[in-house]
């Protein structure tokens, strides 16, 4: 039992870090972005578009990753990401033009996304019901300290080595991991199980799960609760350096707040995901949320945005959605048993989907203001609560339990 805990243990630390190459790429350069923006003489709209662009590519490469990983097995899949990843990482920290950083950050977003979606699918394969929850959840706990730590590295980064510093480090992330990988992930999809890569089967399968809506609104349920991090984190370099009037270093005020809730949360949802339905746990959440933006709303209307109150009700809010995250995730893979690979890439892409929406269009729309922020968040909630709503299983539309091993 012992080396049993103690193997999942070193596997979740895998599969975290795994989770954490996306949110790292996008979230430790955010306070570099006045200094690129100077360095390559390029306007705050043209800056926003090197995230946006990796947003794109990252949602994008994500609706093939699962497949592949159905396909040729979880590992490759995962190794081939890495090495992308390492040299598209490398290229931004040596780019000689504005250009060139835009084109590492499309190879950075096209490989950036197996982490995630193959983590998912892994766990699928080795666990079932509250115990691939659980796995779920300590992912998420620790793929959590990412988004915190990433931008208050970079800030440091930033005024200690220059911007190139951010891209060195995830040049060196990247190759930790492809090593990490390669000596000790072990391949969860045996031969047996995978499906041969034939184009039409393929296309069938995809349109199989295109076709089931209650999937499809719970993938959207997930994707738009999490639209008020996409603002968020699009706003960063605005809301912390000029609603807030923060230096670079700075970037804690923002971070902490909406990581360390996500990640209390995650704590909670682990440790009581055999104790309470997948209903209760998604309901308790939707209503921490609901208050968390109520107070958001209600105090940014009333007051100027100052900490350590204006970034408060993001604790409550990351803390509501880590609660509903693993249980609408379970609930929705656990329709398509046999392909988990591509159901989390459908997942995961209209996730990240809606948060490149939502950081590249929506945010520079709002960025300006705090109120403007906070209703922003309360109308993503409400749409998510619509969608899970419509999209909830019933009682004679049960998914089928996902088989484990």
């Not at 990843?85 to 950036?112: D, K, N």
């Not at 499809?216 to 349920?221: D, E, P, T």
């Not at 999490?226 to 700075?250: D, R």
């Not at 971070?255 to 949802?269: D, E, H, N, R, Y």
């Amino acid at each position: 039992m012992n080396r049993t805990n103690h193997n999942n243990g070193f596997l979740t630390l895998i599969l975290a870090g795994l989770s954490m190459v996306g949110p790292l790429a996008i979230d430790t350069y955010l306070p570099s972005f006045p200094a690129i923006s100077k360095a390559f003489e390029v306007g705050p709209l043209l800056m926003q578009q090197s995230l946006s662009l990796f947003l794109f590519t990252f949602a994008f490469m994500m609706l093939f990753y699962g497949t592949l990983s159905d396909s040729f097995g979880r590992r490759p899949v995962i190794l081939v990401s890495l090495v992308v990843y390492t040299l598209a990482s490398l290229g931004a920290a040596m780019a000689p033009s504005f250009g060139w950083l835009l084109v590492c950050r499309v190879f950075q977003g096209l490989a950036a996304g197996a982490g995630s979606v193959v983590s998912r699918a892994i766990v699928q394969d080795k666990f079932a019901g509250a115990e691939a929850q659980r796995m779920l959840s300590h992912i998420m706990m620790l793929f959590g300290l990412a988004p915190a730590i990433a931008p208050i590295l970079g800030g440091w980064l930033q005024v200690s080595l220059g911007w190139r510093s951010i891209f060195w480090f995830l040049t060196s992330f990247g190759v930790l991991m492809l090593v990490v990988c390669y000596r000790a992930l072990p391949e969860s999809l045996p031969p047996k199980s995978r499906h041969a890569f034939h184009p039409v089967v393929i296309a069938a399968n995809y349109l199989k799960v295109l076709r089931h809506h209650r999937f499809l609104l719970l993938a959207l349920a997930v994707g738009l609760s999490f639209s008020g991090f996409a603002l968020y984190i699009g706003s960063a370099a605005n809301f912390v350096m000029n609603i807030l009037h923060k230096p670079e270093t700075a970037f804690a005020w923002l971070f902490i707040p909406l990581i360390s809730g996500m990640v209390t949360g995650s704590a909670i949802s682990a440790k009581h995901a055999a104790r309470y339905t997948p209903k209760t746990m998604i309901l308790a959440g939707y209503g921490i949320m609901a208050a968390a933006s109520v107070l958001n709303v209600g105090y940014n209307y009333v007051f100027a945005a100052e900490v350590p109150w204006a970034v408060l009700p993001l604790f409550i809010y990351a803390f509501g959605l880590a609660l509903i995250t693993p249980a609408i995730t379970i609930i929705a893979m656990n329709y398509f048993p046999d392909n988990r690979g591509l159901a989390s890439s459908l997942q995961s892409f209209i996730q990240m989907f809606m948060f490149a929406l939502v950081s590249g269009f929506v945010a520079p729309v709002l960025f300006e203001s705090a109120f403007k922020l906070a209703c922003g968040v309360m109308a993503g909630l409400c749409l998510s609560f619509f969608c899970w709503s419509l999209g909830q299983p019933k009682q004679t539309d049960a998914p089928p339990a996902a088989a484990g091993t």
